[in-house]
């Protein structure tokens, strides 16, 4: 039996929302305060990506970016506004199925579904609309098959551990 004073705390602990992007958070909350946080995450997400796209114009000294060992070149900022465009659509459709990161294989599904948007989007900055074909279709199915569950995966175990830390009073490292 807890002493008063245990109770008390306990009853006015507020509760610990992680900073990871798939903490468990309240996922009981209304549709649109999912959607911002999700937006919110994955905006985050493009300012760090981004910050990484201004690094690779420094050292080419150029707005133009190769891609890979082709002949191609894309424009930073096409790239920079394929980031955010991303991160708005990809945070958004992870906040609105956020309840189902209950489960693992929701997770995964949820990573899935948000990886699509963003891998469509690397399609038609490599290839435009015009040209999109069967090939980029497979591609970005692909991309996000392989890439998507296992974010999904990846985030959805993070927080698991995190909570784990949380029940044995133990606070997760860097959060």
Request: glycine share 12%; net charge positive; charged share 15%.
């Amino acid at each position: 039996m807890d002493s008063p004073v245990t109770q008390h705390k306990r009853k006015n602990e507020q509760p610990h929302h992680s900073v990871h992007a798939s903490s468990p958070g309240n996922h009981g909350a209304a549709p649109h305060g999912l959607v911002r946080w999700g937006v919110t995450w994955g905006l985050r997400m493009a300012l760090l990506f981004s910050a990484w796209i201004g690094i690779l114009m420094i050292l080419n000294r150029s707005v133009t970016l190769p891609v890979g060992e082709t002949n191609h070149h894309v424009n930073a900022f096409a790239v920079v506004a394929l980031y955010v465009g991303g991160g708005i659509a990809a945070g958004a459709i992870v906040g609105l199925l956020r309840p189902l990161e209950r489960t693992m294989a929701g997770a995964m599904m949820t990573g899935f579904v948000a990886a699509l948007p963003f891998f469509g989007g690397c399609s038609l900055l490599v290839h435009s609309l015009s040209l999109w074909d069967s090939t980029d279709t497979i591609v970005t199915v692909a991309a996000s098959l392989m890439l998507g569950p296992m974010v999904g995966a990846y985030l959805r175990a993070d927080t698991d551990a995190d909570e784990r830390k949380r029940k044995s009073g133990k606070e997760p490292e860097g959060k």
